[in-house]
């Protein structure tokens, strides 16, 4: 995917140099842009904005913090391009969450190298959940495949979410997005605050979980997620929906279904000495959340 940078100045010097740099690089595309044409900038949700101080009228700090404001550019990253050499100066772009700040006349080699540095740092950052920040599937498969090698003994837990798909229809996916967010800090809860250290969640998508720890025997572990997942789940469901203990949702011919309340199920894989034993728990077994029958919703 070509990386869109744009560069905010009124003279073309730098975009002319940026290309002449990136020559052999199909995937880099620069555009110029004015600080009058911040907004449009904005738009394209850029890889990557470059400022060059010397060559605009805005006030460098004020425009650091518009980029910073659009909520679809809160993360992007910026370089600001300066002669300005005082280190006060530099400090107050610093702290509107500029990224580098790269002084003239420039090295053409560091420039280089910062830009790619960056973009490469932001195509790992997409590697990470956005709803939840958890690590994805390309992390997940690593830190298997890395305990694989070493021979460890570790089990591997696989965590997702029942009758997710009613309650989207029935409350939306903004409120399903807050109960992704919740579970993954219930598992991150029982994984992180514990004295192994090297425990591991990921995300792998929707509501569909990985959690990996060296201790195998996690049912304590598996139960401590449950528990904290069946006692907060209620407050994401409406007062009659509780009192009824399930949802009723159309089908596709009209017809009314119902279906339990969101529960949270976990399967545990065990990985010892190359001897891998698979201990499944559903829903029906004891080890599974009924966070939603009447009897425990009050």
Same mark, same amino acid.
């Given at each position: 995917?070509?990386?869109?940078? #744009? ?14 740099? *990136? =020559?052999?690089? %199909?995937?880099?595309?620069?555009? &110029?842009? &004015? @600080? ?6 904005? %738009?394209?949700? $850029? ?18 913090? &518009? ?9 992007? $990253? ?25 002084? @003239? +006349? ?5 420039? #280089? #190298?910062?830009?790619? /540095? ?11 959940? +956005? ?14 495949? =890395? ?10 837990? #696989? ?13 939306? *996916?903004? /409120?399903?997005?807050?109960?992704? %967010? ?17 425990? *591991? ?27 904290? *997942?069946? &006692? ?17 949702? $159309? ?8 279906? $339990? ?13 190359? %001897? ?12 599974? !959340? =009924? @966070?939603?029958?009447? !009897? /425990?919703?009050?």
């Amino acid at each position: 995917m070509a990386q869109e940078i #744009y560069i905010i100045d009124n003279e073309c010097v730098l975009k002319n140099q940026l290309n002449e740099v *990136f =020559k052999n690089e %199909k995937d880099y595309k620069f555009k &110029k842009a &004015k @600080t009058i044409q911040i907004e449009s900038v904005l %738009k394209n949700i $850029p890889s990557l904005i470059i400022i060059n101080e010397d060559g605009i009228d805005e006030n460098v700090i004020e425009l650091c913090n &518009k980029i910073r404001q659009n909520e679809d550019n809160s993360i992007t $990253p910026i370089i600001v391009i300066s002669s300005v050499k005082e280190k006060e100066h530099r400090i107050q772009i610093l702290q509107t969450c500029v990224e580098h700040y790269i002084k @003239t +006349p420039i090295d053409e080699e560091y420039l #280089y #190298y910062t830009i790619k /540095n960056i973009i490469r740092l932001l195509d790992t950052n997409r590697r990470v959940s +956005p709803l939840t920040g958890l690590p994805g599937n390309v992390q997940i498969q690593a830190e298997i495949k =890395k305990r694989l090698l070493k021979k460890e003994q570790f089990a591997i837990m #696989y965590i997702d979410l029942d009758n997710f798909k009613a309650y989207n229809d029935i409350y939306g *996916f903004l /409120n399903g997005d807050e109960i992704i %967010k919740f579970t993954g800090k219930c598992i991150s809860n029982h994984l992180h605050d514990t004295e192994l250290e090297n425990n *591991f969640v990921g995300h792998i998508g929707g509501d569909d979980f990985v959690a990996i720890t060296s201790n195998i025997e996690c049912e304590n572990v598996c139960q401590d997620i449950i528990l904290e *997942f069946e &006692k907060g789940i209620i407050k994401y469901f409406n007062e009659e929906d509780i009192e009824k203990g399930y949802l009723e949702v $159309p089908n596709r011919k009209c017809i009314i279904e119902q279906f $339990p309340l969101t529960s949270i199920s976990i399967a545990v894989v065990v990985v010892d000495k190359r %001897k891998i034993s698979q201990c499944i728990r559903d829903r029906r077994s004891s080890c599974t !959340s =009924k @966070t939603c029958s009447k !009897s /425990n919703t009050r």
